[in-house]
């Protein structure tokens, strides 16, 4: 579980000046945080994000509530019914986006009503749907072979790694997250029934609760270790620090992936029953945070600095195994990653009745091979908190910027 | 209709299928102009009228305005309504429409798509409907006489439903025979020989069986008493294929099964009597091999149904057997009425039998693994291509009922 950054505070103040100047001087360049364009999406409504503009959403738009994640396999051999699903699910999420049902539910008697029609009458709920593609995409089937980004090269088998294949990899990742769960389900479900035929299911995660706040209008939620995990990431009014560290610019090899971002999520089980007899003073030495109050060792407010050579005696205040300096940017020379991740719990272990849930983690970024996978390899070597937790799951997914209106779809480019 | 063989291992299925496979796929490109152009080369000539003018009608459906055709006048004969989507997210497929009934469509049409659907129709008052836009209905008049030839798909229903009347009574009457031959058996001592007679009458049933789950009559219930699982009905009146199956499989001994038997024989009897001329309606042969796919993907991929012999392969095989048979006899009907759903309902078809024949194997009585034999990923590769071909046939009934 990868800490975002610091050089904090700072950035906590001066957030909303340097966010509107950052915000102008990108909207030029085409990197400004998602707006809406295009002729049905004007300016949205209370409740309803974006669903067109230069980044998809769900990256960089305040983190909702709920999280329903799923990874498909394409079964079709055919490009053309790949893109048709592209394009048919681009469709269905800019209706779903507005909170319109994705067809008609009364459509005859005699055949199935083209929308499931548990969301009616449900507001939008901020619901954003982002959609990513696996490295296994870009195989011999549908002649993108030469198309794959060098950064997509899959995650390496990283130190701890209890990996399920069965929760694991894809051709496809679709994202939705809403505040209402029933709405972020609906999406995922109509997904899956317009795929029939063409991709299907590979593993699915529902997550409850938001762990990260990506706006510094959001509050840092808690992990279900109790802890503020997350204070420090980059927020949506970071503007240079997402040009920075999460959109893919003219650096890429693949003109196609401008603008977008890489997706790594990852299962990770918290053995939660072992933790919550831990003591709080080692809880709090594992984080190197307080609990309460979620400020640093060295600190007395959530905000405040992480001062990693404070020292106490000749003890560092904050181990030197501590999860917030393995993890801070200070000691990953500046590295940092956008964390959207989501507490989950699938029920018991059927073998041991312990219970399995943990933080279904996501994060964006540029290029993983620079970002997550080294900040991985050290955090699953050394971190403190790897006696509490394991990896069970792990997806890489390039996701494409954000669409331009009606009649663009996910990877267009990619296909042309 | 081709019947297999009872006990040798069944072959590829011949049905009208195999001629339509081979129109398979032909990778387009989604972004140039002919994306979606497959509805006429699937559909060969429905729409190719007699004469050699071909009517075209561009149709464009845009967010604000709905489907707009560019024309809406023609004479009687084929015309070839060629579509493009270009940003109403809410609608993704076109209808040609007489009264209620549909004449021709396209589907899979988002925005950024195109693609195109002919017709041959006489004179009359048509609808160009799309679902789902801002407005949805367009008159087309069509004026004239056409050429003729085309054929009545009124007709071609009739020859369906005939067709699979006579299927029906024919796997039954197979059923019969292979019943009285089990019903020998459990009277004998061969326990081998007893248990492939039980695995040999299994696929007359599973072809037909939502005909038989058809017959509910008050507390009296054909399905339940040849084919209720242990549970299903109470203890004392269990009786049927899983009440033998049971002892064959799991307790291996013959001991008290003669009555079952004959139980048996007079069960299929009376399904005999109850299904000899019966007249089916166009839509129940569409449903029912829903329903038989909806069995498939419900009891039989979990294994709930051959509890004891395993052989729930055997059944899945038969179960989409019977499904394609009710298929193949509307295909002509429906070739007329919708020839891309046709030929993907076709094509989902045939990838669903390469799928069933990768467990085919003659090391076992059935033809097939047994249930145990197969993983968990085998279970789900051949669920999603049950639910590949579930999709679009859930939109055969309508058109057939319409027709």
Known sequence: MPEAPSGVARRRFLGGALGAAGALAAGGAGFGVAKAVGTDDPAPAPGRVAFYGPHQAGIATPAQDRLAFAAFDVTSSSADDLQRLLGTWAAAAAQMTKGAPIGSVETAPDVPPIDTGEALGLPPAKLTITVGFGPSLFDARFGLARKRPVALEPIPALPGDTLDPNRSDGDLCVQACADDPQVAFHAIRNFARLARGTAVLRWSQLGFGRTSSTSTSQETPRNLMGFKDGTNNIKAEDTAELADHVWVGAETDQGWMRGGSYLVARRIRMLIESWDTDNLADQEQVFGRFKNSGAPLTGKHEFDEVDLKAVKGTEPVIPIDAHVRLASPKTNDGLRILRRGYSYTDGIDADTGLLDAGLFFIAFQKDPRTQFVPLQRKLGSHDRLNEYIRHTGSGLFAVPPGLRGPGDWWGKALFA | ?403
């Open chain 2, 1 to 403: 209709m081709t019947i297999r063989a009872t006990s040798a291992l069944p072959t590829a299925r011949p049905t009208a299928l195999a001629g339509l496979g081979l129109l398979a796929a032909l990778g387009l490109t989604a972004c140039s102009s002919s994306a979606g152009d497959d509805g006429p080369k699937a559909g060969g000539d429905a729409g190719r009228g007699p004469s050699a003018e071909r009517r075209v009608a561009n149709v464009e459906i845009t967010a604000a305005k709905g489907c707009v055709p560019d024309k809406a006048t023609f004479t009687a004969g084929g015309i070839t309504f060629k579509i493009k989507n270009k940003d109403a997210t809410a609608v993704s497929e076109v209808e040609l429409l007489s009264g209620a009934r549909i004449v021709g469509e396209k589907e899979n049409l988002p925005p950024g798509f195109t693609g195109e659907f002919a017709v041959t129709v006489p004179a009359g008052k048509y609808t160009l409907y799309c679902p789902g836009a801002s407005t949805e209905r367009r008159p087309i008049t069509v004026t004239g006489s056409a050429a003729t030839g085309s054929t009545d798909v009124a007709a071609l229903l009739k020859t369906a439903t005939q067709g699979y009347g006579e299927y029906v009574e024919t796997q039954v009457a197979s059923l019969l025979t292979a019943g009285q031959r089990l019903a020998t058996a459990l009277r004998g001592q061969d326990l081998a020989a007893a248990q492939q007679a039980y695995v040999d009458a299994r696929p007359f049933y599973e072809k037909i069986e939502p005909v038989a789950e058809s017959f509910v009559v008050g507390q009296d219930s054909i399905d339940a008493d040849l084919d209720a699982r242990e549970g299903d009905v109470p203890a004392a009146k269990w009786r049927g294929f899983h009440r033998i199956e049971k002892a064959l499989f799991q307790k291996k001994s013959l001991t008290g099964l003669a009555i079952y038997g004959d139980q048996l024989v007079n069960d299929v009897k009376r399904l005999q009597k109850l299904t000899a001329g019966l007249a089916f309606q166009p839509t129940e042969l569409a449903n029912g091999a829903q329903e038989l796919l909806d069995e498939v993907a419900a009891s039989k991929i979990t294994g709930e149904e051959e509890r004891y012999s395993r052989i729930d392969m055997l059944d899945i095989d038969d179960n989409v057997e019977g499904a394609d048979q009710a298929f193949a006899q509307l295909q002509p009907a429906l070739q007329k009425i919708d020839p891309a759903l046709t030929k993907t309902i076709a094509d989902r078809f045939g990838a669903l039998d390469r799928v069933i024949d990768e467990y085919r194997t003659t090391s076992n009585p059935s033809g097939f693994k047994l249930y145990g034999e197969l993983t968990a990923a085998d279970k789900r590769k051949v669920a999603a291509a049950v639910k590949a071909v579930q999709e679009p046939l859930s939109k055969v009934a309508s058109k057939v009922a319409n027709a």
